[in-house]
């Protein structure tokens, strides 16, 4: 191996796994080492031991966009072509009867219970529909972005409404994993989940981010630490 590209690692390794700053992030590691240390690529090199350092990833709050674009209804383009239908369990009445059926005419609820159904009502209230989606949808993906993961693909998986043994979650790590998507389904994923957790293994896109594997040369994976349930480690 080059003792140049491993020296390299080396220092970053020292700068951002000070115990004083618990893995720093890409700025603080980055002015802890341009004091003394300067080599071609330098912020590159940073930038991409901290994208590949799991216990940093783990432990690090999103704000970046959301995986998973928004995926709107079809709309429909002529009445009772999507229906609706829901349905309730009621008292008996004097006939015998207890459940109650809903059903809803997609268009003719987008277009405001048009009771006319001539064809320029229906063009109308379906253009009135495709530009209403293309907006929600405009706004929506703003802060979303296209998945970029797939089946055998590894990644995080936000934590958020995991139960935890912390006090408030905030003092908990963020991620867990990585983990192994398993199988596709729909928008969502099925993941090879550890014995400790109980819970779904189908997550939502919205709930995961790609890990990073282009580690710098000898750069260490640390394993996902093990968790605590009720003080001891599972």
């Known amino acids: 191996m ?3 590209i491993f020296l390299c ?3 970053i390794r020292e700068a951002h796994e000070l115990k004083a700053f618990a893995h720093a992030g890409q700025n603080k590691t980055l002015q802890l080492l341009k004091k003394e240390y300067y080599w071609q ?3 590159n ?3 991409r031991y901290i994208k590949n350092c799991r216990d940093y990833q783990r432990n690090k709050t999103r704000h970046d966009k959301t995986p998973g674009l928004l995926h709107p209804l079809l ?3 002529r009445v009772w072509e999507h229906v609706m239908v829901d349905g309730k369990s009621m008292p008996k009445n004097d006939k015998g009867y207890d459940y109650v059926w809903a059903f809803v005419c997609q268009f003719k609820k987008k277009a405001l219970e048009i009771v006319k159904q001539n064809q320029k009502v229906q063009e109308l209230a379906q253009q009135n529909a495709v530009a209403a989606h293309a907006l929600i949808e405009t706004q929506a993906n703003k802060k979303h972005q296209s998945v970029d993961f797939t089946v055998s693909d590894i990644v995080y998986v936000s934590k958020k409404g995991f139960l935890t043994e912390a006090p408030t979650m905030k003092l908990d790590s963020q991620n867990a994993g990585p ?4 199988e596709k389904r ?5 993941l090879d989940t550890p014995p400790w957790y109980k819970g779904s293994k189908l997550f939502h896109a919205n709930r995961l981010w790609k890990v990073a594997q282009n580690l710098l040369p000898q750069q260490q994976l640390e394993p996902e630490p093990p968790v605590e349930i009720n003080r001891e480690p599972e």
């Open 186 to 190: 729909g928008h969502s994923f099925i």
């Open 179 to 182: 983990w192994t998507i398993m």
């Open 75 to 77: 709309i429909p383009k």
């Open 9 to 11: 690692t080396a220092l």
């Open 45 to 47: 090199n940073i930038k």
């Open 41 to 43: 690529g330098r912020n």
């Open 2 to 4: 080059d003792g140049k």
